[in-house]
């Protein structure tokens, strides 16, 4: 079982800065993709940015340039810091990884795993 614990939400006036932390922990025998989502009330899950296990990164457009995913494959962490934060960046954050386990017979099974989330809340 693999567990991802999420880090470092809270309230900031808008134009702060936060800085989102998670880390993987259990059985892991390898990671692909991980990387951070968010949920604001009454709307569906997102994707704010990846970053693949070779350093790639993806970003949706409204985070470009004021958010930086990084990732530490050592510590199998994964991290977001967040700059230039809106009142529309209000949500609740959730780490994501995609981890990868062999089966039985020796073939790598993909699965996704979350965290708990945290709470993000950006005032004008």
């Known amino acids: 079982q693999v567990h991802l614990v999420e880090s470092g939400g809270g309230l900031v006036q808008a134009g702060g800065s936060l800085r989102l932390s998670c880390a993987a922990s259990g059985s892991i025998f390898s990671i692909n993709a991980m990387g951070w989502y968010r949920q604001a009330p009454g709307k569906q899950r997102e994707l704010v940015a990846e970053?693949?296990?070779?350093?790639?990164?993806n970003y949706t457009d409204y985070v470009k340039g004021r958010f930086t995913i990084s990732r530490d494959n050592a510590e199998n962490s994964v991290y977001l810091q967040m700059n230039s934060l809106k009142p529309e960046d209000t949500a609740v954050y959730y780490c994501?990884?995609?981890?990868?386990?062999?089966?039985?017979?020796?073939?790598?099974?993909?699965?996704?795993?979350w965290g708990q989330g945290t709470q993000v809340t950006v005032s004008s």
């Open positions: 970053v693949t296990n070779g350093g790639r990164t």
């Open positions: 994501n990884a995609v981890l990868v386990q062999p089966n039985y017979y020796g073939a790598d099974i993909e699965y996704v795993q």
